[in-house]
């Protein structure tokens, strides 16, 4: 793709507005977040709780953010987007007092009726970062996101949109709305990476990849899916290594627009969506980036390409 050939165009305005109210409210969330939910979030497994300084844990989070994902599912790029903050199921609460902090999140009823809510997974970091995802769902995505949400059957059994129009859709060639789907995987399924179990969807209706999402991600019959429908439903351009000898040829990619931060006064990069890929993809990862950057610019944002 040429640079040159990339014409500036506008977002349909029914979308922009959900974007800004998801944005505000992702960003209102984290700073709202308590400091022991932002400092389990922000520790990575290995690391010491309580080796970052508070200004790093929210540095941190920051570049965490979904709102550049969410913009490219808006905008059509990415098929889906999964809402999650991994699982650290060896790591516990230091003390009874911050365990009992997570009823300060969510009211005690919505706490009470919580899947995962038991007197031994109170004590889990995997299960306190469930707690958080699920608020962020409800704080942010599901009232930002809410106008463009097809109900899900969750109650019903699990049947594959197949050749059929996908589930919500009125018909028509132009729709006024993308019109986007929101569930949880609640059966265990698993990547060669990731245990997907518990993860928020969200996927684009009006998209192509509507049955190899329903099908991959969300049929309970499922219990693997592999890096490549991965990496398809997801828009990423990269893959991961296949062989030893591709391991040395791994790095990571990222999208980033260059913000001044509190405290310094040279602007650094923070991070709005990343990927793995191999060093043999550049033509891949360029197209790619090019396609990103044009959305970006439509919303006043323009992201640096970080290898």
């Not at 899916?225 to 990423?236: G, K, M, P, R």
């Amino acid at each position: 793709m040429d640079v040159g050939d990339m014409r500036n165009t506008q977002p349909p305005q029914s979308v922009v507005p959900a974007f800004k109210d998801y944005r505000q409210r992702e960003w209102t969330w984290l700073d709202t977040l308590s400091n022991d939910f932002a400092t389990y979030l922000a520790t990575e497994p290995g690391e010491p709780l309580g080796s970052l300084a508070p200004a790093d844990i929210r540095h941190r989070l920051r570049d965490v953010l979904y709102y550049g994902e969410v913009w490219a599912l808006l905008r059509g790029l990415k098929p889906c987007v999964l809402f999650w903050f991994g699982r650290d199921d060896d790591i516990r609460w230091p003390s009874p007092r911050t365990a009992g902090s997570v009823a300060s999140l969510v009211t005690v009823d919505w706490l009470a009726d919580h899947p995962h809510y038991s007197q031994s997974g109170a004590q889990s970091r995997t299960w306190v970062k469930q707690v958080v995802l699920d608020d962020f769902i409800q704080r942010v995505v599901r009232p930002a996101l809410g106008p463009l949400l097809v109900p899900y059957p969750q109650n019903e059994p699990f049947t594959a949109s197949g050749d059929q129009t996908p589930r919500g859709l009125t018909g028509g060639t132009n729709p006024p709305l993308v019109r986007l789907g929101l569930t949880q995987i609640l059966h265990p399924l698993t990547s060669p990476e990731m245990e997907l179990q518990f993860t928020y969807i969200c996927y684009n209706l009006d998209g192509p990849m509507v049955p190899l999402i329903e099908r991959a991600l969300l049929d309970p019959q499922n219990s693997t899916v592999s890096e490549a429908i991965l990496q398809t439903v997801l828009d990423y351009p990269g893959s991961l290594p296949t062989s030893a000898t591709q391991y040395p040829l791994v790095m990571e990619v990222s999208y980033c627009v260059m913000e001044t931060r509190l405290g310094s006064a040279t602007p650094k990069p923070r991070c709005l969506l990343s990927y793995c890929a191999l060093q043999t993809q550049m033509t891949e990862i360029r197209d790619h980036f090019y396609r990103y950057r044009q959305i970006f610019q439509e919303i006043g944002l323009d992201i640096r390409l970080l290898l």
